[in-house]
């Protein structure tokens, strides 16, 4: 990362769930949140 106060965050959420924790990931300050779809997973 080029700013060393910015960190990742990595998290798995319910499908039905995922605006609503967008949401509240923003108003605690998180930005450039970015949402994928897993096709398949070993886990």
Known sequence: LADG???AV????????????M???YELG???ILVSSIHAARI
């Open 5 to 7: 106060s910015w960190v």
């Open 10 to 21: 990595r998290a798995m959420v319910p499908r039905d769930e995922t605006n609503h924790v």
């Open 23 to 25: 949401d509240e990931l």
């Open 30 to 32: 998180a930005r450039a």
